[in-house]
């Protein structure tokens, strides 16, 4: 970037959250990792459990123009291809990850089935109402996200979960 | 901007009672635990005589005159607390049942608990989940229940509830 280009808002913000406490307490915890960040792509892979039991890694690709005003697009991103995640890399198991992790297409992209991701939300306005608590709003930042996905993706970490 | 510990001071991160952020204590080498209570009880607005800190997983709260040196596990997780215990009401059905938890306890530890005291089917189990009382804010199986208590309070009251699963 050339001096005097203005730095975009999401651009900062998400380099913000990146380099905040939550974040790095995450990593330290070993919850996720920061794979690469060229704005306006953001890739974390998020640690989970599989059915088994044995923990595995989820690689998430976000699109975050505009953030935070705009709801992220997000989806699974293949670690062994660097492409959109096959069907075969989708995490298994407690039916409410296998629902997040469906592959649900839509405006002619692939986005996580959640009600805080961008086309997800402009395409069922009634989650707003019926889950705001999974719904994006002005309150919500970087780590919201990433604290839904974890605990969607550990489901499986629990006596009794589908092995 | 790197946040590496310098020669002469560490970064420690530490979860304060009723404070969602996490904040960030830099602290000199050579100082004590004594001066992460001090710089918490600052943020939580309570004395730091009053103020238990605890090491990541630990039920038990670390001596006050425990040195911080190069060998101090500085990059785990701290937690900052006024109490020694967690008083934890969970309700579900028309009944509820108590427990004492530390402020490290994960909220996980709390619904296994709680699913097996109001027996819940095994089969179902799996989609329960534990909320602020009275909501349906849903609390991270991962997040540790003192960060939902309020500096001055030792009580919490949960919900046992059914997880959400959007489907349009």
């Known amino acids: 970037m050339d001096k005097g280009d203005v730095l975009d808002p999401a651009l900062t913000r998400i380099e913000a959250e990146l380099a905040s406490p939550d974040f790095r307490a995450g990593v330290q915890e070993g919850k996720w990792c920061l794979v690469d960040f060229k ?24 699109e975050v123009r505009g953030f935070p005003g705009q709801r992220v697009w997000a989806q699974q991103w293949s670690r062994i291809n660097d492409c959109a995640a096959t069907p075969a890399e989708r995490p298994t198991g407690n039916e409410r990850v296998e629902n997040a992790f469906r592959g649900w297409e839509s405006g002619g992209g692939i ?33 919201f996200i990433l604290e839904e996905l974890y605990g969607l993706l550990n489901l499986n970490n629990f006596p009794g979960s589908p092995r | 901007m790197q946040h590496q510990s310098t020669i002469e001071s560490v970064v420690i991160l ?30 939580c607005g309570i004395p730091f005589e009053e103020i238990k800190i605890f090491d990541q997983d630990s039920e038990v709260e670390l001596d006050l005159e425990l040195l911080i040196d190069s060998k101090y596990p500085h990059h785990h997780t701290h937690h900052a607390h006024k109490q020694k215990h967690i008083k934890v009401e969970v309700f579900y059905g028309g009944g509820e049942h108590k427990k004492e938890y530390p402020p490290t306890a994960k909220v996980e530890t709390v619904r296994e608990w709680a699913v097996k ?4 089917d095994p089969s179902k189990a799996p989609k329960m989940e534990l909320a602020k009382h009275g909501t349906k804010v849903e609390l991270p ?3 540790r229940i003192g960060r939902f208590v309020p500096p001055k309070e030792d009580e919490l ?11 349009g």
Not at chain 1, 39 to 62: E, Q, V
Not at chain 1, 111 to 133: D, K, Q
Not at chain 2, 14 to 41: F, M, N, Y
């Open chain 1, 111 to 143: 986005h996580l089935y959640c009600p805080w991701e961008r086309e997800v939300a402009a395409t069922h306005p009634n989650f707003l109402t019926e889950f705001p608590e999974k719904s994006w709003n002005n309150n919500r930042n970087l780590i």
């Open chain 2, 14 to 43: 530490v979860e304060c009672a009723g404070k969602t952020d996490i904040q960030e204590i830099e602290i000199p080498l050579g100082s004590k635990v004594r001066d992460i209570a001090i710089r918490a009880g600052e943020i």
């Open chain 2, 157 to 167: 009251k949960l919900d046992l509830i059914e997880g959400v699963k959007p489907n």
């Open chain 2, 117 to 120: 005291e109001f027996r819940i």
């Open chain 2, 141 to 143: 199986r991962d997040a």
């Open chain 1, 39 to 62: 704005f306006p792509i953001l890739k974390i892979d998020i640690n989970g459990t599989k059915p088994d039991g044995t923990r595995a890694l989820y690689r998430i690709w976000f």
